[in-house]
């Protein structure tokens, strides 16, 4: 499960993101960035903070504490392997000004394997996740599916 905090919620350097700390220099701060930053939630599917998901800090600068929901059978939005270079671009184009897709860039988790289906898959799936896994995210005219089997690999994982 994931939420999302806007970049005002921001007062350090230090940023949670998909795959734990990510230390980003003053300079860098994100100031142009107007998409909420995806955080990931409790490792147990729990949605932390208030109803809205943003999350909340506790006086000792942990992470508030969290309660479980459940949900139905978990999916992915993934890209269909059949389609073309020029609409993967696209949707990864797409993804990647709604979402942050820091994960697939140089360096990241999900960079390997370097090719348009993968990169644009993570992308997409990232997307569709923040989106509230819809159907109607996984659309990608017509150049996605949504599956039921996780597609994490290595030390990538969809969420």
């Known amino acids: 499960m994931l939420s999302a905090i806007s970049t005002s919620a921001i007062s350090t350097s230090l940023l949670v993101v998909l795959f734990g700390a990510v230390r ?34 506790s ?21 269909k392997p059949s ?12 993804a990647c000004s709604q979402v942050s897709c820091a994960v697939i860039q140089k ?20 997307y569709y996740a923040y989106s509230g896994r819809h159907p109607w995210n996984c659309y990608f005219n017509n150049s996605a599916l949504v599956v039921q089997s996780d597609p994490s690999y290595g030390s990538c994982t969809y969420y």
């Open 107 to 126: 360096g990241g988790p999900c960079y390997y394997p370097d090719s348009p289906v993968s990169r644009a898959a993570v992308a997409m799936n990232l």
């Open 83 to 94: 389609a073309s270079n020029e609409i993967l671009a696209q949707n990864l184009d797409y």
């Open 24 to 57: 980003i220099p003053t300079s860098d701060r994100l100031s142009k960035f107007t998409a909420p930053i995806l955080v990931q939630a409790h490792s147990s599917g729990a949605r932390c903070g208030e109803e809205t998901g943003h999350r909340r800090r």
């Open 59 to 79: 006086s000792s600068s942990r992470w508030a504490s969290c309660s479980s929901t459940s949900s139905p059978q978990k999916t992915w939005c993934i890209a």
